[in-house]
């Protein structure tokens, strides 16, 4: 059996930056892959550096894609999706571990802003008119069936995590098919939540685990690239879900468990 438990993949795009303050003490044994999208600046010599398995891709697939390509080449039992800008506490992977006992699913730290405030990364069902008003919205919503729900203190059943840290078992993310690569940016990982609990599986956030987010999302900026890949998934996701374009859609009965867990506690 594998010495180390978990693979911490991490996908890169003229993130040197950030790379540059990551540490091996960081990910306390674990392995770390870095699949880098077709970097400019330093990003393979700093990954390389710090001593992570660099996968230098020729053209940028996209972040889908390119977690991927780490999912396939990881060789222990559970791996971490982990973006460039996410500081990981490694000895903390052992508390997600554990809140995947007997489970089937995705496992998700609590994410902090880089002051200290609770960043909802923990999510409820995605419906469009709920997405939008988020954008003008700021900190977590008491409602309980919200798109983001209440601060938690104990791992917690949600519909879906940000993908700037989501993992699970190895098997199962393969067994999922890992994340879906017609998803370049955006709304991959509202899918990813989706697809597990349409599997039998589940999400949880687990607020014993908290790890520092910067959150560089490109669309808070005018870029119009940004926003094309945006609108682009948006709409590939929604015709995918059309049932979550308004509430008063029923949801498919395949949510039912989804619907009866929402912010429940993951005892």
Same mark, same amino acid.
């Given at each position: ?32 892959v ?16 710090? *001593?992570?398995?660099?996968?230098? =891709?020729?053209?940028?697939? +996209?972040?889908?894609?390119? %977690?991927? $390509? @780490? ?17 990981v ?7 997600l ?7 089937? *699913?995705?496992?998700?730290?609590? =994410?902090?802003?880089?002051? +200290?405030?609770?960043?909802? %990364?923990? $999510? @409820? ?13 700021r ?36 067994d999922?098919? @890992? ?20 599997a039998?599986?589940?999400v ?22 940004a926003w094309?890949?945006e ?19 029923p949801?498919?009965?395949?949510f039912?468990?989804l ?7 993951a005892?």
């Open positions: 059996m594998h010495a180390q438990r978990w693979t911490v993949i991490t996908v890169s795009h003229n993130s040197a930056k950030h790379l540059s303050v990551w540490l091996p003490s960081d990910l306390a044994g674990a392995q770390w870095v699949v880098d999208n077709a970097s400019s600046d330093e990003s393979v010599a700093v990954a390389s550096e710090r *001593g992570a398995h660099v996968i230098p =891709l020729e053209d940028n697939e +996209g972040f889908s894609r390119a %977690n991927n $390509r @780490g999912l396939e080449i990881a060789d222990t039992d559970y791996v971490m999706f982990v973006n460039p800008d996410v500081r506490v490694g000895h903390e992977l052992g508390l571990e554990q809140s995947l006992e007997g489970r089937k *699913g995705l496992i998700a730290p609590q =994410l902090l802003n880089p002051d +200290g405030s609770l960043q909802s %990364n923990a $999510r @409820g069902f995605p419906y469009l008119r709920a997405k939008v008003a988020n954008r003008g919205v900190g977590p919503s008491p409602v309980p069936n919200a798109y983001t729900g209440p601060p938690l203190t104990a791992p917690t059943y949600i519909a879906w995590a940000m993908g700037a840290a989501v993992g699970g078992r190895t098997q199962y993310l393969s999922l098919g @890992g994340w879906d690569s017609q998803y370049f940016l955006y709304y991959e990982d509202h899918d990813l939540g989706l697809r597990s609990w349409c039998g599986g589940a949880i956030v687990d607020p014993r685990v908290k790890w520092t987010h910067s959150w560089q999302r490109a669309t808070a900026e005018m870029s119009a690239a094309k890949f609108l682009s998934s948006m709409s590939r996701f929604y015709r995918a879900y059309p049932f979550l374009l308004s509430r008063r859609i949801l498919p009965h395949r039912d468990p619907r009866e867990r929402l912010w429940q506690t005892a």
